[in-house]
């Protein structure tokens, strides 16, 4: 088992230039393997795009990736065009994912989309997406999107990306399965992400596909002390979806982490995406906690 282990500003950080050059130099320097950004499209944080091509041009080695990034509602022209900009500005370092968007009135109006509807806008543009990345002309007549003989340079390094999935609902998994490279779970126990697991595969096989062992794995958001107030809401928001669990068994604290990783591995998981309980105020001190609390199951580059 390949383990790769990155981080994510804590959901709900302002954009500033100056701390995120701190914590993408710094995961780099600790050898840490990716930087990853939420969306929220009606919260303080950046632009996933905007904010991974700063973070980009500071780095060389470092992976960039969507934790997730809402699919329905962008043009997937535009957005093809987008992504392989900046894969190939940062070197082939980007690592799509994307989810359908949270289940919230205003991002739904952000995006101009209907709730009903994100699902098969969904499954009509990731297919194209990746049409759009690696063929020169494209003609498409669906639903939702119309081409005719449309050719979008530039492509992507390797013309195309192994695209990751978000979600947690059977259909969501199942729809994973079908359509993507790689699953990030959330917020979720080991029991959940080995069975969340097995089901995506079962979807891959029974579309005739199969998802690499090494392509499955979790944010996982870790405490210092008890929840927060804000940490506890969104707990709750999640787990109404998912079902009751202790909060333990999803959120560990600093010193479980490692345990709580382990765990998330028997289950089957090897990517991981740490999410700090709030901007730290020193972005050295955290990264170098971390380090020493969990870097030390990932996979060495050289093997």
């Not at 919260?43 to 809402?70: C, E, H, N, Q, S």
């Not at 090494?214 to 405490?223: K, L, T």
């Not at 927060?228 to 333990?248: I, Q, S, Y």
């Amino acid at each position: 088992m390949i383990v790769r282990i990155g981080l994510a500003p804590a959901l709900g950080t302002a954009p500033d230039g100056e701390r995120l050059a701190e914590l993408a130099r710094g995961l780099e320097r600790a050898e840490f393997d990716s930087l990853w950004v939420t969306e929220r499209a009606t919260g303080p944080m950046g632009d996933p795009v905007v904010t991974l091509t700063y973070a980009a041009a500071l780095t060389r080695r470092i992976k960039f990736g969507t934790a997730v990034m809402a699919l329905p509602g962008r043009p997937p022209a535009l957005l093809a065009k987008e992504l392989a900009t900046l894969d190939l500005l940062s070197g082939g370092r980007l690592l799509p994912a994307f989810g359908l968007g949270i289940r919230d009135p205003g991002e739904q109006q952000a995006f101009g989309v209907r709730r009903e509807e994100r699902a098969a806008m969904f499954e009509e543009a990731l297919p194209l997406l990746r049409r759009l990345w690696a063929e020169d002309e494209v003609t498409h007549h669906g639903t939702y999107y119309h081409y005719d003989g449309l050719r979008l340079r530039p492509k992507p390094g390797k013309r195309g990306f192994d695209v990751w999935m978000g979600g947690s609902s059977d259909a969501e998994l199942r729809r994973t399965g079908r359509l993507s490279d790689g699953w990030l779970a959330s917020l979720t126990t080991p029991a959940e992400a080995d069975r969340g697991r097995r089901l995506v595969q079962e979807a891959a096989a029974g579309a005739g596909r199969e998802i690499e062992e090494e392509h499955f794995g979790a944010v996982v958001s870790y405490r210092r002390g008890p929840l927060t107030p804000e940490a506890e809401r969104r707990f709750a928001r999640v787990r109404r979806v998912l079902g009751p669990a202790p909060p333990d068994e999803v959120i560990p604290s600093l010193e479980n982490l490692e345990t709580h990783l382990k765990r998330l591995m028997e289950a089957g998981l090897s990517k991981f995406v740490l999410v700090p309980p709030g901007p730290p105020d020193d972005w050295a001190r955290e990264l170098a906690e971390l380090r020493d609390a969990v870097l030390h199951l990932q996979t060495r580059r050289n093997t």
